[in-house]
């Protein structure tokens, strides 16, 4: 799946481009042209507003976002094998966070150990 995104607001481009880094291409190859403008001219056009008739309603999250672009994606080309293009990626960033989640959490884990002992030590020497 390749995504190309045009947004009048900055923010919104901006976040947009963060959570499809992976997807991004130019507009002339991409198969989804995410806009935070209404477009009737354009059967790949992904719309994402405040509005109830919009593709995804703001807020959302990363993964709103992502499932709801892949039900576009299957909408447009129900011949093209989704799972390998997108799932696949999604999943190895889900390890991979979870890998530094678990690191993180080791060191926190570490840390509060050390800090426990220095105070106990620190009360028994007085």
């Known amino acids: 799946m390749k995504v ?13 481009e963060l959570f499809l880094s992976k997807y991004l ?33 703001k ?15 299957m909408e447009l080309y129900p011949q093209k094998d989704l799972k390998e293009k997108v799932i696949a990626p999604e999943a190895e960033e889900n390890s991979l966070d979870f890998d530094i989640l678990e690191n993180r959490i080791e060191q ?3 840390e509060y150990k050390e ?3 220095r105070a106990v030590k620190a ?4």
């Open 59 to 73: 807020p959302f999250s990363k993964s709103q976002l992502i499932l709801a672009l892949e039900s576009k994606y």
């Open 4 to 16: 190309a995104v045009e947004c009048h607001s900055p923010l919104l481009q901006k976040s947009l």
């Open 123 to 126: 009360f028994y020497e007085k």
């Open 115 to 117: 800090n426990i002992l």
């Open 25 to 57: 291409s130019s507009k002339k190859q991409c198969d989804i042209v995410v806009r935070d403008a209404e477009c009737l001219d354009d059967s790949r056009c992904f719309y994402i507003s405040s509005e109830s008739k919009a593709d995804l309603v």
């Open 108 to 110: 926190l884990t570490q």
